[in-house]
Every structure is written in C-alpha cells, then in structure tokens.
C-alpha cells in the first residue's frame, strides 16, 4: 500500500474549490521474529478494528516484504496507534505521507 495524497474537489455555484488534507501519516507495521501471525492479526483488529481479511493482509505483507502500512491518519491518532502496537511488542513506526 503506498501513501496516497488526498484530494476531494467540492463543486459550487461560482467556482471549483479543492480541499487538500494535509497531515496524513502512514503507520508501519515491521515484520519481527518474535511475535507469531495470529498474534498480529489480533493486535491489527483489536488497535485499528480492522476486519479479519485485512488484518491478514497488512501481517502477510509485513512478513513478506519486511514492513506494511496499517492504516493512514492524522498524526495524533497515528502516534496513538503506533505506540499501541510497541506496547503489545510489535514494532511500528509513524511516516508523513508527502
């Protein structure tokens, strides 16, 4: 999953306004030896309520290529997450989309 810049473009009566949202962070989910992949998944559905199905997807991607994006969101709420997941020993990281 790649970080993605969102642009929503509302139209009006007078003029085309495009909102940008800015801020958005990325957390990263690295692939570790010490927790297993049930164990993964679990803490993925249980920090960000991620459905089964993805969950396995971001451990599987995780596994695979070293590190997977979990979610993308605000800062506040990305550090939150971020430090949720280190608590249950998986290591995480929070990276500004650009």
Known sequence: MRCVNVTETIETTETDVTLRHEGLYQVILYNDDANS???VVMCLMKIFGHNTQLAVKIMLEAHEKGRAV???EPREAAQLHKDQLQSYGLLA??????
């Open 37 to 39: 992949m049930e164990r």
């Open 70 to 72: 979990a979610e993308i």
């Open 93 to 98: 990281a929070i990276e500004k989309c650009e």
